[in-house]
């Protein structure tokens, strides 16, 4: 992948983030919000899916980490935008991250999450160095990341549409999280990236239709 993908890829998503954030508040970047807040927690959240504890026996759950790794890039991405930090140097950090990964080091990735926790609560934004790290570390690269942002922006569009703010959506369905029916809609997703958000939108309805 080459710079300009990666450029068109970041302002693909920073369309979509745009475009999500306007649901939740038409002046969304005036209301300072404290998107800070909600990338450390996700930390929190996604060591919980990969497993920390040297007390019992864990199984790292791959898709619910990268989907961790996508909702702190949601808030991510929102807080660059808002403070016009938005530019080429994103690009190519995020596409260093897939040049540069190691192989995978389960105890290399927990520091690199917690690392970007502490630098989000010292500065109280979002830095992408840290970031960057964490995507390397696991590694997740930009295409894949790129993916699976697209799928779960939608998820949160559908989630608005259908009741998030008012108390009406249902997240379990059928026993089981959207989360977990997002990604194995996107595990056998078989459409063209300009296809894709639709595809996602529709399939997730028909699914959510039927619980």
């Not at 942002?149 to 959207?178: A, M, P, S």
């Amino acid at each position: 992948m080459d710079k300009a993908q990666a450029i068109a890829m970041v302002g693909t998503m920073a369309e979509m983030q745009d475009h999500h954030n306007l649901q939740v508040h038409p002046q969304w970047r005036e209301q300072g919000y404290a998107y800070y807040r909600a990338v450390w927690v996700e930390c929190a959240e996604l060591l919980d899916h990969f497993g920390w504890k040297w007390w019992k026996h864990q199984q790292p759950d791959l898709d619910q980490v990268k989907l961790e790794i996508v909702d702190i890039w949601h808030f991510g991405l929102s807080d660059l935008m808002r403070g016009s930090a938005l530019d080429g140097n994103v690009a190519d950090a995020l596409l260093a991250a897939g040049e540069d990964a190691a192989g995978h080091d389960a105890e290399a990735f927990r520091l690199a999450v917690e690392d970007l926790a502490r630098e989000t609560l010292h500065t109280r934004g979002f830095a992408m160095a840290p970031f960057a790290d964490v995507l390397s570390a696991l590694p997740l690269p930009l295409d894949e990341l790129f993916r699976m942002y697209v799928g779960k922006n939608v998820l949160n569009n559908f989630r608005q549409d259908h009741g998030y703010k008012t108390g009406e959506y249902r997240k379990l369905w059928n026993g089981r999280e959207d989360n977990e029916h997002l990604v194995e809609v996107l595990n056998h997703l078989d459409c063209s990236p300009e296809q894709m958000p639709q595809t996602v939108y529709e399939t997730l309805r028909t699914r959510y239709a039927i619980q």
